[in-house]
């Protein structure tokens, strides 16, 4: 699917800096024109969230990432899985995830999961902070969420 | 106006790239595996998964590296057979999962190695509402996952145990498609006949190979004096082999002792292969290997 601005005629872009879903809940996408910089939003519902999710490729990211997260829809999805198939966002320098956050950003659709963690991971840089915890990620979704 | 075509990528999620990246790594990971069996039934209750884990240490006897899927989703049982605890912990890196390692280094992938504790169910994290459609699709993509995200490495067999039901082999074929074929296996009472035979001709107007037709609990065998007696009522298995046009590859009796370890851990198979049964499963093992090779 892709979005055309109609008074620019060019292609909108994914807004990857603005992407914070809430956890198990249906996917919003922002997508801005980079000429005009007019913003839409893309609401699905649950069916079309859901399918999305479980055909195991992922929003915005490179095929390499995706073909490089084992057991990415399982882990997600999978209601009494171990521990070691959550583990949640990958280490970052000199960033700490909380066991919390790691369970937040778990729930998070798989297929929009690292568009969630490069939007937190990005937020927390430019704040100086170096420990993600759940607090954050309600500033985080207050601040670029919808 | 702008059209799709005239517009670069195909909506910034690379998604048919993803979708080939995912295809290739399922390929490496089957390049590596020179066979691959599944072990069906469309009945349940059958000995489908104790067969299994005994023709894979069989194969192993005879020399060969063995691998087992556990394509029974929601009844895995293969960890149990195979000695693999609950507490074994996973090792997952960016370049897949390990395979649990169970009795004579059998290696294998289930469901059970994934749940948090011994009694969880597979259940995913739907709405309550959620729809047969959604689990049935969730279901195609966890087996893709298991096969693809397990570093089976070099084997030469991966044998593939099926749950009841002849609907999961559509995904298998889609995701293997050189599948070497499928054993059906039966027990000689008329109603599991009655099933397997729809299994068999649906594999067959699919065109899925089909290696052959086992009759398992072909008889009970007494683990003591090993005398033969009748388990089950039915009619020839082996004229609906020739009814249907496939391979019968043999009768196996029961022995109470073929669905659990023996006290040296290993499988019944390897400490009772001069039993009738056990020489019953060798002589099926020969039967899948010349025809597959």
């Keep these: 699917m892709k979005f055309l601005c109609i008074p620019c005629d060019e292609k ?55 073909a490089g997260t084992p057991l990415g829809v399982v882990s ?21 995830w909380t066991e919390d956050a790691k ?44 | 106006m702008k059209t799709y075509e005239d517009l670069a990528g195909d ?42 884990a005994n023709v894979a240490a069989c194969l192993i006897d005879k020399g060969h590296s063995v691998g087992i899927l556990d394509a029974d989703l929601n009844g895995p049982s293969i960890c149990h057979l ?58 195609s993509t966890a087996l893709r996952e298991l096969v693809a995200d397990t570093n089976w490495g070099d084997l ?29 296996i039966t027990i000689p009472s008329l109603l599991s006949q009655h099933i397997v035979s729809k299994s068999i001709t649906k594999n067959n107007k699919m065109k899925v190979p089909i290696i052959g037709l086992v009759e398992n609990m072909a008889g009970y065998t007494c683990p003591h004096c090993e005398k033969e007696g009748p388990l089950f009522e039915g009619e020839d298995v082996e004229s609906l082999a020739k009814q249907k046009n496939i391979p019968y590859l043999g009768k196996i009796p029961f022995d109470t002792r073929i669905g659990r370890k023996t006290d040296s851990g290993s499988l019944y198979y390897m400490d009772n292969k001069d039993s009738v049964t056990g020489k019953a499963i060798s002589s099926v093992v020969d039967k899948i290997l010349s025809s597959i090779q």
């Design chain 2, 156 to 184: 030469d067999f991966l044998l593939i145990d099926m749950p009841p039901g002849s609907d999961r082999i559509d995904n298998i074929r889609s995701l293997i498609p050189e599948l070497a074929g499928v054993v059906e």
């Design chain 1, 103 to 146: 369970e937040r950003i778990q729930r998070v659709p798989f297929f929009v999961r690292n568009m969630a963690k490069k939007t937190v991971l990005s937020f927390a840089k430019e704040r100086g902070i170096t420990v993600i915890d759940g607090k954050l990620m309600d500033e985080v979704r207050e601040k670029v969420g919808m």
């Design chain 2, 82 to 139: 195979l000695g693999v605890k609950n507490s074994h912990k996973l090792t997952i890196d960016d370049r897949g999962v390990q395979p649990g390692i169970g009795s004579h280094s059998i290696k294998l992938m289930s469901m059970d190695m994934l749940l948090s504790n011994p009694d969880s169910p597979v259940m995913w994290t739907e709405e309550a509402d959620a729809t047969a459609v959604w689990v049935s699709t969730m279901e």
């Design chain 1, 76 to 96: 997600g999805a999978l209601a009494e899985g171990k521990e070691e198939l959550k583990k949640g966002a990958p280490a970052e320098d000199n960033i700490e």
């Design chain 2, 11 to 52: 909506g910034g999620s690379n998604i048919i790239e993803q979708v080939e990246a995912l295809g290739e790594k399922l390929r490496a990971r089957l390049d590596r595996i020179k066979h691959k069996v599944a072990l069906m039934s469309g009945k349940g209750g059958v000995g489908k998964s104790s067969l299994t």
């Design chain 1, 12 to 66: 909108m872009e994914t807004q990857t800096e603005g992407i914070m879903p809430e956890e198990k809940k249906n996917l919003v996408m922002k997508f801005k024109c980079k000429t005009c910089g007019h913003s839409i939003a893309m609401l699905t519902n649950k069916f079309e969230t859901e399918f999305v999710s479980k055909l195991g490729v992922q929003v915005n990211t490179t095929a390499a990432e995706a």
